[in-house]
């Protein structure tokens, strides 16, 4: 989940379609992740949560799924709005440490 | 129920200079956190602090540095600016963190340029 270099990922989807959101985490330590949404000139934004003894949690229109055997978060958006056009990032919360280690993050277009 | 606010928004120094961001956590939290985000190396931690304790710090040099205060607000200092330092801070603050696994929430950053 190291932050790394300049290019963003990308993904364009079409006005209510359902979007996913893939990360890799690098610490099997990690035992709570964290998705945010960033959007321009703002800071990152809670959208949820999920402790690592948890394989899936629901939001509203928002699922985070987890599966530790291979390391990887996905965030599931429905339904997706204009208004969820942004960066998405996830984070991983090292085990009994109050510090987040950020992925590179994704952009997410939506195309009307 | 206010959120974490950061102060200044932008701010604008030269090399050398030294300069100090402040951040008041939301009302009840008591573990502030801060980062740094920059184009080329995405988010990273800076330091978190907790009654006032330093708990956590990454891996940046001594030059950065920071403060909390009795009522949880927190203050960050970088001495001696170099034009790298360019770059959004942002704080966050939790209830209690460490192995309470409490999710952060950020403010909206001070942006700092370096000229």
């Known amino acids: 989940g190291e932050s790394v270099g300049l290019h963003l990922p990308t993904l364009s989807v079409q006005e209510g379609d359902n979007s996913i959101i893939n990360c890799a985490y690098s610490?099997?330590?990690?035992?709570?992740f964290i998705w945010y949404k960033q959007e321009s000139g703002k800071g990152p934004q809670f959208i949820i949560d999920?402790?690592?003894?948890?394989d899936k949690r629901q939001g509203q229109r928002v699922t985070v799924l987890l599966n530790k055997t291979v390391k990887h978060l996905s965030l599931q958006i429905a339904a997706t709005q204009p208004g969820d056009s942004a960066v998405y990032f996830c984070a991983e919360n090292i085990q009994g440490a109050q510090k987040l280690v950020f992925g590179q993050g994704t952009r997410l277009t939506i195309n009307p | 129920k206010a959120g974490v606010t950061q102060t200044p928004r932008y701010l604008i120094k030269t090399r050398g200079q030294q300069v100090t961001l402040s951040c008041s956590p939301i009302?009840?939290?008591?573990?502030v956190s801060w980062y740094q985000q920059t184009p080329g190396q995405g988010l990273q931690f800076l330091f978190e602090y907790f009654s006032e304790t330093q708990r956590n710090k990454g891996n940046f040099p001594g030059r950065f540095s920071g403060r909390q205060f009795s009522n949880s607000r927190s203050e960050m200092n970088v001495s001696t600016l170099e034009l790298g330092d360019s770059a959004l801070y942002l704080c966050a603050s939790s209830l209690e963190g460490g192995r309470s696994n409490q999710p952060q929430h950020f403010g909206d950053g001070t942006r700092l340029s370096i000229l």
């Open positions: 999920i402790r690592s003894n948890m």
């Open positions: 009302s009840g939290h008591r573990s």
């Open positions: 610490n099997s330590a990690s035992d709570y």
